[in-house]
């Protein structure tokens, strides 16, 4: 657009005017070639409290020699004389912040004719927050999955990744200070690159729960009878005053190695109980993604890790959306509640989805029709040295398909973020 042109848009007063033969006009066939309609966008979004809405509408139009008035009709708001700007087009902005979410359609008739020239669709919409984690499981990620990493926020721009970084990457003695330093340096350079964000992520190995002055549990397994490196005993296990220390523990590693303070949380195997939450309110966490869409992970039937995580978190599944857990209960939000929200991993984490589930879960949670209601979409992977090539391509074909339901490209409500700005999107 023509930046006089813009500016003349911006300053122009386009008049409300009675609807032309008594109300709209009807729409054409098809519209009039003659007449050439831009500015109109396919989504508008409603807005929340971490997405401002997109409440005005631009509309220009250039029309044949002749034409005296184009009137605009936005849905079943008041008409919309438009006005004649300096090149002799028409054009003007309507405040469509009233409007629900839903289909839309803008008709556009000249010279108060009853048939319009012009029937242009959009939608009205909330935001559906498409957010990416990884859950660092071991203490070493290993340059394979940070080069991987790398390349993901290369080939989706505007994607960003909520790290929930474990604490054993401190305390492991078979990490050196010089890697764990080289570690830090990448994470906290994807922050600030990309606006990516730093939560924590606790499996209680043994190394670090020493660490912290505890005795190890390792007889509270998911998967074995007994284990004695930590790794996969529930974070449940160590009771709500016990873990506290763990977090606090964790905190001041975090603080010591330039990680700053965390404040978001995702339990290692997702084995997180009330007291897990009250543990993190106790000690300054404001979120958590531990809630887990458990039928996703079938490969573990038989085991442990499904039993528990069927029992607790019984109804999260693929369209669970974040709530504030109640203080007497973790699964529901009525009465008092926890100053922390939980923002379901109903994506669950690349190892145990396909590329054709995970993208039934994002056609679940949006299908194309206009949301009501702000949607959350949380996936992720876990970074090993063995993160594979084929682990890669499903999260990369995943937000590939994402990238087509871009709010940004105005090709849907899809917004990449992280889960701390969750707390502003669904406010307590």
Request: with cysteine; proline share 7%.
């Given at each position: 657009m023509?930046?006089?042109?813009?500016?003349?848009?911006?300053?122009a007063?386009s008049?409300?005017?009675?609807?032309?033969r008594g109300?709209r006009?009807?729409?054409p066939a098809?519209?009039?070639p003659a007449?050439a309609?831009?500015s109109?966008?396919?989504?508008?979004?409603?807005?929340d409290?971490?997405?401002?809405?997109?409440d005005?509408?631009?509309?220009?139009v250039?029309?044949?020699?002749?034409?005296?008035?184009?009137?605009?009709?936005?849905a079943?708001?008041?008409p919309?004389?438009l006005?004649?700007?300096?090149?002799?087009?028409?054009?003007?902005?309507v405040a469509i912040?009233a409007?629900?979410?839903?289909?839309h359609d803008v008709?556009?008739?000249a010279?108060g004719?009853p048939?319009?020239f012009?029937r242009?669709?959009?939608?009205r919409?909330a935001?559906?927050?498409v957010m990416?984690s990884?859950?660092?499981?071991?203490?070493?990620?290993?340059?394979?999955?940070?080069?991987?990493?790398?390349?993901?926020?290369?080939?989706?721009?505007?994607?960003?990744i909520t790290?929930f970084?474990?604490?054993?990457?401190?305390t492991?003695p078979?990490?050196?200070?010089?890697?764990?330093?080289a570690l830090v340096?990448?994470?906290v350079?994807?922050?600030?690159?990309?606006?990516?964000e730093i939560?924590?992520?606790?499996?209680?190995?043994c190394?670090?729960?020493?660490?912290?002055?505890?005795?190890?549990?390792?007889?509270q397994?998911t998967?074995?009878?007994?284990?004695?490196?930590?790794?996969?005993?529930?974070?449940?296990?160590?009771?709500r005053?016990?873990?506290?220390?763990?977090?606090?523990?964790?905190?001041?590693?975090?603080?010591q190695?330039?990680?700053g303070?965390?404040?978001?949380?995702r339990?290692?195997?997702?084995?997180a109980?009330?007291e897990?939450l009250?543990?993190?309110?106790?000690?300054?966490?404001?979120?958590?993604?531990s809630?887990?869409?458990?039928?996703?992970?079938?490969e573990?039937?038989g085991?442990?890790?499904?039993?528990?995580?069927?029992?607790?978190?019984a109804p999260?599944?693929?369209?669970s959306?974040?709530?504030?857990?109640?203080q007497?209960?973790?699964?529901?939000?009525?009465?008092?509640?926890l100053?922390?929200l939980e923002?379901?991993?109903?994506?669950?984490?690349?190892d145990?989805?396909?590329?054709?589930?995970?993208?039934?879960?994002?056609d679940?949670?949006?299908?194309?029709?206009?949301?009501?209601?702000?949607t959350?979409?949380?996936m992720?992977?876990?970074?090993?040295?063995?993160?594979s090539?084929?682990?890669y391509?499903r999260?990369?074909?995943?937000?590939a398909?994402?990238?087509?339901h871009?709010?940004?490209?105005d090709?849907g409500p899809?917004i990449?973020?992280?889960?701390?700005?969750m707390?502003?999107?669904?406010?307590?």
């Amino acid at each position: 657009m023509k930046p006089w042109l813009a500016l003349a848009l911006l300053c122009a007063c386009s008049d409300e005017v009675a609807a032309p033969r008594g109300g709209r006009p009807s729409a054409p066939a098809q519209s009039d070639p003659a007449f050439a309609v831009s500015s109109i966008k396919h989504w508008y979004l409603t807005g929340d409290g971490l997405t401002p809405g997109d409440d005005q509408m631009t509309i220009l139009v250039g029309a044949p020699g002749g034409t005296s008035t184009v009137d605009a009709y936005v849905a079943d708001l008041p008409p919309v004389r438009l006005a004649i700007q300096p090149d002799g087009s028409f054009g003007g902005q309507v405040a469509i912040g009233a409007l629900p979410a839903g289909a839309h359609d803008v008709l556009l008739a000249a010279d108060g004719n009853p048939t319009a020239f012009a029937r242009v669709p959009f939608q009205r919409s909330a935001a559906y927050y498409v957010m990416v984690s990884t859950d660092w499981d071991f203490s070493d990620p290993g340059n394979p999955s940070c080069d991987f990493t790398d390349k993901l926020h290369t080939d989706h721009p505007g994607m960003k990744i909520t790290h929930f970084v474990g604490p054993y990457t401190f305390t492991d003695p078979s990490v050196t200070a010089n890697r764990a330093t080289a570690l830090v340096t990448w994470v906290v350079g994807n922050r600030d690159k990309y606006q990516d964000e730093i939560g924590l992520h606790i499996h209680p190995y043994c190394n670090f729960v020493t660490h912290a002055g505890l005795a190890c549990i390792t007889d509270q397994s998911t998967v074995y009878e007994s284990d004695t490196s930590g790794y996969t005993i529930k974070v449940a296990a160590y009771g709500r005053k016990d873990f506290a220390t763990l977090l606090q523990h964790a905190k001041d590693l975090f603080a010591q190695h330039g990680l700053g303070t965390p404040t978001l949380f995702r339990a290692g195997g997702w084995t997180a109980t009330l007291e897990t939450l009250q543990a993190l309110e106790d000690t300054g966490f404001v979120g958590d993604s531990s809630a887990l869409n458990w039928e996703r992970i079938e490969e573990w039937k038989g085991k442990e890790l499904y039993r528990w995580t069927a029992e607790h978190w019984a109804p999260i599944d693929d369209v669970s959306q974040p709530w504030w857990p109640s203080q007497t209960n973790i699964l529901a939000a009525s009465g008092p509640r926890l100053s922390l929200l939980e923002v379901p991993d109903n994506g669950v984490m690349i190892d145990y989805v396909s590329l054709a589930e995970m993208t039934g879960i994002f056609d679940a949670n949006f299908n194309g029709i206009p949301l009501a209601h702000p949607t959350t979409l949380m996936m992720g992977f876990h970074p090993s040295t063995t993160f594979s090539q084929a682990e890669y391509a499903r999260v990369d074909g995943f937000l590939a398909y994402a990238d087509h339901h871009l709010a940004v490209n105005d090709d849907g409500p899809v917004i990449y973020t992280t889960l701390g700005k969750m707390l502003l999107a669904f406010p307590n």
